[in-house]
């Protein structure tokens, strides 16, 4: 089914959501518009973004192209997150003050009364928990968000502001926005499906093709036009030099002769292999052109154990959940 619930909340999204407005230099104003198009088109209906993506303008831009489409406004999803708004000390962080007036300025960009859900970024562990809750609680109760839910926070963090909410009756979060793909499991297959069972929590995953590492475009190097050699990218380009990075370059040119043996392309397996996880909502697609956006949205619909199964032998770094090792 295309449609899920977002965690245990009522909120239905689309399975993938488009989550690129970030580099704005790359994508220009009509690609951006083209994408947001074909995605809403296919039924996308989750877009994502932040209040740091090119320092605003990215949130510009979609407000910009959601006023000139005309949808109508409860046709679609508008996520988007708070931490790292302006250069003062108190524009950043997770304090009532930030939260506030950071989710005002997302507003006023995305000229948007209200966002469906805002994230809580956690690089940040100034401000107290209770006082996080309150706001994001303040924040929904004034209309200006629909849910709120937490970004790269740990399950403990995310246990705690449960715990907080029903210990003052407030509003805990309904979703974690996790990074996830072959190399990068653990959180959400393991800590975040007992909190999905717990406490309801979904997964909204992104990079699920780690910066583009899956598709296989560095395999024989890094090419002068990819994202691994863009400024401020040396930490791309170092892991995909590094010997860590050969093995994994080793085992994607296993999985691609396994997507060709299946009958699709290897970001196509890669976004099926990250939807088959349980409390796994919606997966964020990164893309550049509607070429990728298309393949990308022609995820194989089924996922047999056998085939999961092949892979987790090919990957070699399934990991196991706290039941199976008191087993």
């Known amino acids: 089914p295309f449609y899920r619930n977002l965690g245990k909340s009522g909120l239905r999204v689309s399975c993938l959501g488009l989550g690129n407005f970030k580099p704005l230099n790359k994508i ?27 320092s605003g303008r990215a949130e510009i831009t979609l407000g910009n192209i959601i006023k000139k489409k005309g949808w109508r406004r409860s ?13 003062a000390e108190t524009e950043r962080g997770l304090s009532r ?15 948007l009364d209200y966002v469906d859900i805002v994230f809580a970024n956690r690089n940040d562990v100034n401000s107290p928990m209770e006082e996080i809750v309150r706001a994001m609680t303040f924040v929904i109760n004034q209309g200006m968000a629909m849910y709120w839910g937490t970004s790269r926070w740990s399950a403990m963090e995310i246990m705690e502001a449960y715990s907080v909410a029903r210990q003052f009756n407030l509003i805990p979060p309904v979703c974690e926005q996790a990074e996830y793909h072959y190399f990068q499991r653990d959180k959400v297959e393991v800590q975040l499906p007992e909190l999905y069972h717990k406490i309801g929590v979904g997964a909204m995953t992104w990079s699920p093709l780690a910066c583009g590492l899956i598709t296989g475009k560095y395999s024989d190097g890094v090419p002068e036009c990819s994202r691994a050699a863009m400024k401020g990218y040396q930490w791309l380009k170092e892991r995909v030099n590094s010997e860590e990075g050969r093995r994994q370059l080793a085992k994607i040119k296993e999985l691609h002769l396994l ?69």
């Open 97 to 111: 003050k930030h939260i506030i007036e950071g989710l005002r300025g997302s507003l006023s960009r995305l000229q």
């Open 28 to 54: 220009r104003l009509s690609m951006a518009e083209n994408l947001m198009t074909v995605a809403y088109e296919n039924g996308v209906n989750l877009f994502d973004t932040a209040e740091v993506y090119a």
């Open 75 to 87: 046709s679609f999803v508008i996520t988007t997150k708070i931490y790292w708004g302006g250069q």
């Open 259 to 327: 997507a060709d043996r299946l009958g699709c392309t290897a970001a196509q397996l890669a976004i099926a292999w990250c939807l088959r996880s349980e409390g796994v909502s919606s997966v964020l697609l990164g893309v550049s052109n509607t070429d990728q956006l298309l393949e990308n949205l022609g995820i194989l619909s089924q996922m047999t154990p056998q085939t999961v199964t092949e892979m987790d032998a090919l990957l070699g770094n399934k990991p196991h959940s706290k039941k199976e090792s008191r087993a």
